[in-house]
C-alpha cells in the first residue's frame, strides 16, 4: 500500500510496448447497483465510485523472462503497469458523465485549457494498491477524486461549475434537500439536472456555488437511506422528495412533481441548502 504520487514520464520502450498489450480495448459501462453497496459504474479499464465520489483504474505488467534477475524484472513490470493504470485512468476519465448529454471527453475537445487540466488532474493519481501476482504480472491501482481542489470538477472548470454565489446565513427550517429516486433507473452524473413537471429547473449547475461544487460535488449519491440521513450534506433535517420519473432524453435527469418542486424552492428560499450543494439521490 503505498500514499506516494507517482509519475512514470520515461519509460522504455519495451515497457511502453508491455502496456499496451496490457490495456484494456473496450470501455463500455456497465452500473452496479447491488442493495448496500457503494453507486458504483465499472469500466474495462476501472470505475468510477459515485458514494465516494473517486475514480479508480487498474493497471498491468508481466516480468519479462530475459532480465538480469528477479528484482530488476519486478521493477520493470512495475514500470508497465503504473504506465497501464495512467492509460486507464485517462479512459475511464474521459467516459465519466457530467450531464446526461455531455461526458469528459466533451469539455476536452472542445477546450485546450481544459484538456491540460484533466492531463494534470490524471498526473495528479495516486497509487492506492500494488502488488505482485501469482502469473508473473504486476498489477497497480490508481486512484483521483471527483471533489476537491485537485478533483475532476474543478479541472473540468465553468463548463460545469454554476455562477450562483454563496447563500448568506439564514433560519430556514430544511437544511437540505434528498431526493428518493429508487425504481426509476436514473444514473449518477457529475451534474445531474432536476426539473418539475412542466420542464423548469429546480436544480443544476445555475443553483450552485462554485467553491461548494468543487469542495463537496454538485451532488451525494449514498448507498442507502440510513446513509443518506446521516450524511453532513444534507444535514440533520433535509426535504426529502419522492422523484416521479426519470427524464425522458436523458437517464441522469430527474422530473419532480410540481407540488414539491414549489416547496423545495420555498424552502431553498428560507435556508439557500441548493447553493450548498446539500442535495443527495437515492438511486436503488
Known amino acids: 500500500m503505498s500514499s506516494i504520487v507517482h509519475r512514470p514520464w520515461s519509460i522504455v ?17 456497465i452500473a452496479v447497483f447491488a442493495q448496500g453497496d457503494p453507486i458504483i459504474e465499472k469500466t474495462s479499464a476501472g470505475w468510477v465510485n459515485w458514494d465516494r465520489q473517486v475514480i479508480k483504474a487498474v493497471g498491468h505488467g508481466i516480468l519479462p523472462g530475459d532480465a538480469e534477475d528477479e528484482a530488476q524484472a519486478r521493477l520493470m513490470a512495475r514500470s508497465a503497469a503504473i504506465a497501464d493504470a495512467y492509460r486507464n485512468l485517462a479512459s475511464v476519465t474521459k467516459g465519466v458523465r457530467v450531464t446526461g448529454e ?44 471527483l471533489v476537491g481542489e485537485d478533483g475532476l470538477i474543478a479541472g473540468l472548470g465553468s463548463g460545469v461549475l454554476g455562477q450562483g454565489e454563496a447563500p448568506s446565513a439564514t433560519d430556514g427550517k430544511f437544511t437540505g434537500l434528498l431526493i428518493d429516486a429508487r425504481g426509476l433507473d436514473v444514473k449518477p452524473a457529475m451534474s445531474p439536472k432536476v426539473y418539475d413537471e412542466d420542464g423548469n429547473e429546480v436544480y443544476g449547475t445555475v443553483k450552485c456555488s462554485p467553491d461548494f461544487a468543487i469542495e463537496v460535488g454538485i451532488a451525494g449519491y449514498p448507498r442507502s437511506m440510513d446513509q443518506a440521513l446521516k450524511s453532513p450534506r444534507i444535514g440533520a433535517h433535509p426535504l426529502i422528495v419522492k422523484a ?40 436503488r
Open 13 to 29: 520502450r519495451r515497457i511502453e510496448r508491455q502496456a499496451v498489450l496490457l490495456s484494456m480495448l473496450a470501455v463500455t459501462s
Open 102 to 145: 455531455t461526458c469528459v471527453k466533451n469539455f476536452i475537445t472542445e477546450s485546450d485549457e481544459v484538456r491540460l487540466r484533466v492531463e494534470g488532474f490524471i498526473r495528479g493519481a495516486v497509487i492506492i494498491s500494488e502488488k505482485q501476482l501469482s502469473d508473473r504480472s504486476f498489477e497497480v491501482i490508481l486512484q483521483a477524486p
Open 244 to 283: 416521479l420519473r426519470r427524464g425522458p432524453k436523458f437517464a441522469t435527469d430527474i422530473i419532480l412533481a410540481n407540488s414539491d418542486a414549489a416547496r423545495i424552492r420555498d424552502a431553498d428560499a428560507k435556508s439557500g441548502f441548493l447553493a450548498k450543494c446539500g442535495v443527495s439521490i437515492l438511486l
